[in-house]
């Protein structure tokens, strides 16, 4: 498993390499800006992933109440593109971060696997700063929620890169190898 750097010092794509269930798996990760993100920029954003990650602060309340609205325009800008698996909502994981900051927690576990578990969605509390592998965890619950509602059997028939062709306006120098398989995913972050 390895994490690459930002493509370059302007754009938030990142790239990460896992093997999950024997498959070496690519996933583009485009890392938003939180609460301070242009409402058409977002969207945009959300059009070009296959899957999310939603994460806010468990010491930061406002990040948490944001969870539910965009778990909703998730599902309403995917509802606009008609893809061929639309009508099920896009796989999204629910993510409290900064769980080793205790004394300064202002969320719960249970209130953040409540909302998970009202909106349909896998729950992690991690530290990213403390625990690679909790945060690997969360990627892997991302591949199986896209395998479960169809969407990587699109990408078997179809094994590229999304940063070449679908982000006009985050422009890539990257090139992509091809043996792998290569998802998107947006992390929409609120910390
Ligand atoms: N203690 C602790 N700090 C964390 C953790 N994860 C991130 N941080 C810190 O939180 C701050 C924000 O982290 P970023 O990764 O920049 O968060 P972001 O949401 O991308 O921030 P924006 O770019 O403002 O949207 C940094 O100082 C990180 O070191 C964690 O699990 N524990």
New binding site residues.
């Given amino acids: 498993m390895s994490w690459s750097h930002p493509l370059s010092s302007t754009e938030t794509i990142y790239r990460h390499v896992s093997l999950v269930d024997g498959e070496c798996v690519q996933f583009e990760v485009l890392?938003t800006?939180?609460q301070?993100e242009d409402a058409m920029l977002i969207e945009e954003k959300i059009k070009w992933a296959e899957g999310f990650v939603i994460?806010y602060s468990v010491t930061d309340r406002c990040s948490f109440d944001e969870v539910v609205r965009l778990r909703f325009l998730i599902n309403h800008v995917h509802a606009g593109l008609k893809r061929a698996h639309a009508d099920t909502s896009p796989p999204v994981v629910v993510v409290a971060?900064?769980?080793?900051?205790q004394y300064d927690r202002m969320v719960t576990e249970e209130e953040g696997g409540g909302v998970a578990r009202a909106l349909n969605c896998p729950f992690f509390e991690?530290?990213?700063?403390?625990s690679y592998e909790e945060t690997v965890a969360v990627f892997t619950a991302l591949y199986h929620e896209l395998a479960n509602n169809g969407t990587l059997s699109a990408f078997r028939r179809k094994v590229s890169s999304k940063l070449m062709d679908k982000m006009p306006r985050i422009p890539s120098t990257a090139t992509m190898g091809l043996s792998t398989r290569s998802f998107s995913l947006s992390s929409v972050?609120?910390?």
């Fill in positions: 890392d800006a939180g301070e994460v971060n900064k769980k080793d900051l991690i530290s990213a700063r403390d972050k609120d910390f």
